[in-house]
């Protein structure tokens, strides 16, 4: 029973946080379900703006794929509620830009994109075959590429919400892209905490993640992991084997080898967890970086099961209370088998 053993607090030296290891608050880890089958506002295709033959009454379209054909894989859209405003003229100076207080308020330019990745209402990102998930992350890829040609972009999110509780709008499998003109403080941490981390060990942290105990599975050129301080129960990271600063330098192969293993992860925690709401980030470097951070900058995918909810304790202090240890985790995980 992981009941027995004592809590722990592990040190992120990733993301640079803490976490709190409370296997006393927790069933076995093998009991582990979801409360809540991730299906949110079922609606049907019929009234559904992401299926096809509905390409009208959705937002602007940005591209698709295979392109200039009726007969899509994927389609990148603007978001019809965006966060941010790409046509917003950004003030860059910042005696122009309002204050109050000690605070400066800066134009919310930006942009907010989402990805349909599929045209059928009922599939699922885990029902894709490798090769159709890999389409997907080529077409973030170009998004990215695209975004990166605007001087004020400094940084690019991949991510995905699935299922209410995760923030999921729409029951059609789709992802969101947003580029910021900022780079945002958890970015920052991260890449303050993985210089650190170099320069105590000479050695990329990412590229050490790897071990036994915590490994779920591997395939050519990706390992999939539970972080040795998982923020989450059941949270797994996607981390390529040769060490790659930025997902947009993914090509075609790589892409359909991460769509094998992305596919095997959502199925196995699906399984595992009764289809269990999720969050997927690309955690990628900053536009522009340094020759000298190289070494130590290393993308990655974190999935993220929403198996309860954040507390105070969680908002107050940024420190994640755990009730599964990684080690467990990534034995259940291993040992589940799915047909893909």
């Known amino acids: 029973m992981a009941s027995s053993r004592n809590p722990e607090i592990r040190k992120d030296r990733i993301l640079n946080r803490s976490v709190i290891f409370s296997p006393a608050r927790a069933r076995r880890p093998s009991d582990f379900k979801s409360k809540s089958p991730a ?13 096809i033959g509905h390409e009208h009454e959705c937002a602007p379209e940005i591209f698709r ?46 942009f907010h994109d989402v990805v349909i990745e599929s045209p059928v209402h009922s599939i699922h990102l885990s029902d ?18 695209q975004l990166h040609l605007h001087q004020s972009i400094q940084y690019v999110q991949v991510f995905k919400n699935h299922g209410a509780s ?13 580029g910021l003109p900022i780079v945002p403080p958890t970015v920052s941490s991260r890449i303050i905490s993985m210089k650190e981390y170099f320069h105590e060990t000479g050695k990329c942290g990412l590229c050490q993640v790897r071990s036994e105990e915590l490994l779920i599975d591997e395939s050519t050129h990706f390992f999939s992991v539970v972080p040795f301080a998982a923020s989450f129960a059941f949270e797994i990271w996607i981390i390529p084997r040769d060490h790659s600063t930025h997902f947009h330098a993914l090509d075609n192969e790589k892409a ?28 990628t470097s900053p536009k522009d970086m340094e020759a000298s951070q190289f070494p130590y900058m290393h993308w990655f995918l974190q999935i993220a099961p929403q198996l309860s909810g954040v507390g105070g304790f969680e908002i107050g202090t940024g420190c994640y209370i755990n009730p599964v240890f990684p080690e467990d985790a990534a034995m259940v995980l291993r040992e589940v088998n799915v047909v893909q």
Request: with cysteine.
């Open 128 to 145: 894709l075959s490798p090769s159709e998930i890999g389409d997907v992350l080529i077409a973030y890829k170009q998004r990215i590429q």
């Open 256 to 283: 359909v080898d991460l769509g094998h293993l992305l596919k095997l992860m959502l199925l196995k925690l699906s399984r595992q967890l009764n289809d269990p709401p999720f969050n997927f980030m690309f955690h």
């Open 39 to 51: 299906n949110p506002n079922p609606n049907s295709s019929k009234e559904c703006p992401f299926c």
């Open 166 to 178: 995760a923030g999921a709008s729409m029951s059609h499998s789709h992802s969101q892209i947003m």
């Open 65 to 110: 794929l295979p392109k200039d054909t009726s007969d899509w894989k994927v389609r990148v859209i603007e978001n019809l509620y965006p966060a941010l405003k790409r046509d917003s003229k950004i003030i860059e100076n910042e005696e122009e830009n309002p204050k109050y207080d000690s605070n400066v308020v800066v134009t919310g330019f930006g």
